[in-house]
């Protein structure tokens, strides 16, 4: 259906209503309650009102992204370079929680952080808190330092996020969970609000950006989107983020209700996936262990609120533990256990494998294609009785760099299929070279698919990495078989009567016909017909089939 109007048109008058209808909101707030008792209260824990901290930090994010990653580039940001892969590859460990993959990601962590970060820069504060203190009395009321000391906190959480967590992670969402974590446990009801918040300031962020939507129905390959969560960062970031609060509500002596810490930690858990225990079957399939998930948050929700009561009543009176201390310990343990797991993580050393031996070398990279092979990173502990249990096999085009410990799916089989290209750009700090990966197809009808995967370095011949098995044809003509077989150059087809080969020619160029073993062969907008005795049979078709 043509639209009454044009795109742009319609996209302006859309922001022209948005901006009314803000503007409505707003007067209709000032006028109901005034700004005044909200910004006074904001001057009273930020300079001028503004949570400095959180801008900085933002900031930060951007320039890693835009600067160092080059995520303003065609093709996007390098990752591959950015992940904290080992303790041999300290750059990655000290630029990995502050990088990302795509600009998606970049934006729903910046977006996170603009709901959660001030609400923990708050019950920070600029300013001291204590009575009679004054700002400018020490250091450390000084409110430059104290600014200066959460910018500090959040590089450091970012390192903790990246050395003592297992897996080869990139993203700033373990430190967008701490902020939740330490505004869960000084101000819980204001993290409730915040959580809310968070859903409408990304509401507002993709008016702006898409004020109107156009979509259809396309083929698309999409793993589980609990999949591509890092659970074991998450719940890091969380748990360090209520330790940090725990001691700052301890030393203020300003204890929050146990119920509404119980609350928001349970609903700020929930309503970002906390629960998302899953583990790999294949390299492209996995197991979610959901219910598992949902009763370690209750367990968890449980553990932070005893952590944050009022009471000292005795746990175990022999040794002076008090039912609050034993919840924190508790808590502290986790923490600890995650970072004993992550040692041996970041201590492995990466092969490539003899699988790259076939791919494009740049530098210290090597990228090629694979199907069916170990997940070499996965694999590279060895754990006696469950090895096995952690061996996952994947398919597609792989990044490695025996410098960097790296070894890495970028684009999975199944989406290189359903796109047939893919942009991988590698390299790091300073510099960045984009490699282009090329899957030529043909489908047959109602049967399998045969294809070639080239990769070429941006200005390069392409070099063949990749050649799948021969496609039969599931129609036969005229009691003859056909077979569609890569070859070099393009592909062939291979004609058999009862198992016995009768000729081979390469499938014709487009708007030709080629003839072999009495069979006509036409080949016409991508698609491959056979023609004998007036009878025309579509049996294949260029690229994967719709």
């Excluded at 505004?183 to 950006?209: E, K």
Aim: glycine share 10%.
């Amino acid at each position: 259906m043509q639209l009454p109007v044009g795109e742009s048109l319609l996209e302006l008058l859309s922001l022209s209503a948005l901006a009314l209808a803000a503007l409505y909101a707003a007067y209709v707030v000032v006028r109901a309650g005034g700004l005044r008792p909200v910004t006074d209260r904001l001057r009273r824990r930020f300079v001028l009102g503004v949570p400095w901290g959180t801008v900085i930090v933002v900031l930060g994010l951007a320039a890693v992204y835009f600067l160092l990653q080059g995520g303003g580039q065609a093709g996007g940001p390098v990752v591959v370079a950015f992940r904290s892969w080992s303790f041999s590859y300290p750059l990655g460990l000290i630029l990995a929680p502050f990088s990302h993959g795509n600009l998606g990601h970049l934006t729903g962590n910046v977006l996170s952080t603009v709901a959660f970060a001030p609400v923990a820069e708050y019950a920070w504060s600029h300013y001291a808190t204590r009575r009679g203190s004054h700002s400018f009395g020490s250091w450390r009321t000084n409110p430059f330092v104290r600014i200066a000391v959460f910018v500090a906190g959040v590089f450091l959480t970012g390192l903790i996020t990246s050395v003592f967590i297992p897996g080869a992670l990139i993203g700033f969402s373990g430190v967008v969970f701490a902020f939740g974590g330490f505004a869960l446990v000084t101000r819980p009801i204001l993290a409730v609000f915040a959580i809310l918040g968070q859903r409408v300031i990304r509401l507002a962020y993709n008016s702006l950006v898409n004020p109107v939507v156009f979509a259809e129905g396309r083929e698309q390959f999409i793993t589980p989107w609990w999949a591509d969560i890092a659970v074991q960062g998450h719940a890091m970031g969380l748990l360090v983020g209520i330790l940090t609060g725990l001691l700052v509500v301890r030393w203020r002596n300003e204890w929050p209700g146990t119920r509404r810490v119980w609350f928001a930690t349970l609903v700020f858990t929930v309503t970002n996936s906390l629960y998302a225990l899953y583990w790999y079957l294949t390299g492209t399939s996995y197991v979610l262990f959901q219910a598992l998930g949902f009763g370690a948050l209750l367990v968890l929700a449980t553990v932070v609120a005893v952590a944050l009561t009022r009471s000292d009543r005795q746990l175990v009176p022999r040794i002076d533990l008090s039912r609050r201390e034993a919840a924190a310990g508790l808590l502290l343990c986790v923490v600890l256990g995650l970072a004993v797991v992550a040692v041996p993580y970041n201590a492995i050393s990466v092969t490539a494998g003899p699988e790259a031996d076939t791919g494009v070398q740049v530098r210290d990279y090597t990228v090629t294609y694979v199907e069916d092979v170990p997940n070499r990173y996965i694999s590279a502990i060895e754990i006696p009785v469950v090895q096995n249990s952690l061996s996952v096999n994947t398919s597609g085009v792989i990044v490695t760099s025996s410098e960097r410990d790296a070894w890495e799916a970028v684009v999975p089989a199944g989406r290189l299929a359903v796109r047939g290209y893919a942009v991988v750009p590698v390299g790091g700090v300073g510099w960045r070279e984009t490699v282009i990966v090329n899957r030529s197809t043909w489908s047959t009808i109602d049967g399998p698919s045969t294809y070639k995967v080239f990769i070429r370095e941006e200005g390069e011949t392409p070099k063949q990495v990749f050649t799948a098995d021969p496609a039969n044809v599931s129609a036969v003509i005229d009691n003859r078989s056909i077979q569609i077989r890569p070859a070099d150059p393009g592909f062939d087809l291979a004609v058999s009567r009862n198992g016995t080969l009768l000729a081979t020619a390469q499938i014709p160029a487009p708007g030709a016909n080629a003839t072999v073993a009495g069979l006509t062969f036409n080949r016409t907008d991508g698609s491959l017909r056979v023609i004998s005795n007036g009878t025309r049979v579509r049996i294949a078709r260029q690229g994967r089939m719709p």
